[in-house]
């Protein structure tokens, strides 16, 4: 992950799942409403604020996920939902991406590949500029993976009212 994502990741960490599941919904709901009406930038910052909250909805249930299914590790994910959550080209690479269940998700958030991408817009004054990036998840996996992790939130009843506690105490494990 790149350190600017590792760092939103941590101010998270405090945060419940369900706050990080309403940071999700607000993502997704802000992304597409910009998709068809706002400016090429409002849409490329929407698209990496949906990026950064499918990351950060998922390193908060990732730990609820492994203990409350009695899995060993986080490679076993696939358990749970075997379809293919997602497969197109990447935009940033051109190559085919597949994610096929959460440890592809996992994988791909564990990555740190880069990308040598052309950066231009009316900063640059019409000029162009090469830039190394952190390859991110295409908007249209980011959308399917925030339906499967909503889906399974609801699935794991963090949906429903908790009574002030935590989801880790409805499932008896620590954060």
């Known amino acids: 992950m790149s350190d600017d994502l590792v760092d939103s990741v941590k101010k998270s960490s405090e945060s419940s799942i369900v706050d990080a599941k309403q940071s999700l919904d607000d993502a997704v709901s ?3 409403t910009l998709l068809q009406l706002g400016s090429t930038v409002e849409i490329e910052q929407a698209r990496s604020r949906l990026h950064t909250a499918v ?4 390193w908060r249930m990732r730990g609820h996920l492994v203990r409350s299914d009695s899995w060993d590790d986080v490679s076993e994910f696939d358990d749970w939902d075997g379809d293919v959550i ?6 940033q690479t051109g190559e085919l991406v597949v994610l096929t269940g959460l440890s592809d998700l996992d994988d791909w958030v564990e990555s740190t590949a880069t990308v040598e991408q052309t950066i231009s ?3 640059f004054s019409g000029k162009s500029e090469q830039r190394t990036i952190t390859q ?3 908007s249209d996996a980011a959308l399917s993976c925030a339906q499967l992790l909503s889906q399974m939130y609801t699935h794991y009843g963090w949906d429903a009212e908790t009574d002030g506690k935590l989801p880790r105490d409805k499932l008896g494990g620590q954060a």
């Open 86 to 91: 997602w497969s197109g080209e990447h935009p």
């Open 30 to 32: 802000q992304y597409t």
């Open 136 to 138: 991110r998840l295409p």
């Open 121 to 123: 817009g009316p900063k």
């Open 55 to 58: 990351i950060t909805l998922f």
